[in-house]
């Protein structure tokens, strides 16, 4: 049976992440490595100046006092017996679209699996008041299926590479079905920092716009949730603009190791 490793941004008792474990235990045996409080927006950041904990809560659950780049690493190194076959974190409350994969935990989960050789899933759902995440778990639990048999058919995700998935706010009968998408992008158009006044008459401020444009890249992550598909997207560990290189490689920057000026442009 695989083991699947199963962690998110949202902490240990968000809903999102108990209905992720419930359905995948369908796939395989389910750990459940997260943090023990909300750690949304905490990117791929690492715990270095304070030790952590591990907290047993339901079998197989463990909370840290952490973040989810954390989790993954007490969960690989000291908490499974043996590394999994496959990492999915989520079920974000909220989409990681566009520019958001930068900042997201749950996206910096499936980093980590990533870098340590895990083949790794991110998932997060657009949400509303009333919504639930049934369908995300439904679909979680498919491509979970999905990557673990392509795997033992030889045919496992490149190297480097994770899924991002974003799952639109609708109820499984009205999703029009799934595409692979590019990464969107984004822009606030005001309020990106928000000042306020507490009642001492001191400011203080809130990070995060109120109005934002989607540019119009009909092949993008955006583009497929907002038509009513789910919107799968392979993340690149490797950031390095390749195409750029050769442009770039025609600079020439005036500086030497002795603080002279580079003998090429004299």
């Known amino acids: 049976m695989a083991r699947i490793l199963v962690s998110n941004d949202d902490g240990i008792d968000a809903p999102g992440i108990q209905a992720l474990a419930a359905a995948l ?14 750690q949304s927006a905490a990117s791929h950041a690492l715990t270095l100046h304070k030790p952590l904990r591990i907290y047993e809560g339901r079998p197989g659950q463990y909370a840290i006092s952490g973040t989810p ?4 690493n007490m969960a690989v190194h000291q908490i499974m017996a043996e590394p999994p076959d496959l990492l999915v974190s989520g079920i974000n409350r909220g989409a990681n679209l566009g520019d958001d994969v930068t900042y997201s935990g749950t996206v910096s989960a499936a980093m980590e699996g990533t870098l340590l050789g895990i083949p790794s899933i991110a998932i ?5 008041q009333d919504s639930d995440y ?3 778990a439904a679909f ?9 048999d392509n795997i033992a058919a030889g045919n496992p995700l490149p190297v480097d590479t994770l899924l991002n998935v974003n799952v639109p706010d609708l109820p499984q ?4 079905g799934t595409r692979w998408t590019t990464q969107g992008k984004r822009r606030f158009t005001k309020d990106q920092v928000i000042e306020q006044v507490d009642p001492r008459g001191r400011k203080y401020y809130w990070v995060g716009g109120s109005a934002v444009l989607w540019e119009g890249d009909p092949k993008s992550d955006h583009a497929a949730v907002t038509a009513g598909y789910i919107s799968v997207m392979p993340v690149h560990l490797d950031l ?3 195409g750029a290189l050769e442009a770039l490689s025609q600079w020439q920057i005036p500086f030497s190791s002795d603080g002279e000026p580079d003998p090429e442009r004299s």
């Open 173 to 176: 009968r009205l999703i029009r």
């Open 124 to 128: 997060s759902q657009l949400f509303w």
């Open 134 to 136: 049934q369908t995300s």
């Open 25 to 38: 235990k369908a796939v395989g045996e389910v750990t459940v490595v997260a943090p023990e409080r909300e």
């Open 69 to 72: 780049t954390d989790c993954v």
């Open 140 to 148: 979680a639990a498919t491509l979970a299926q999905t990557v673990l």
């Open 240 to 242: 390095t603009h390749y």
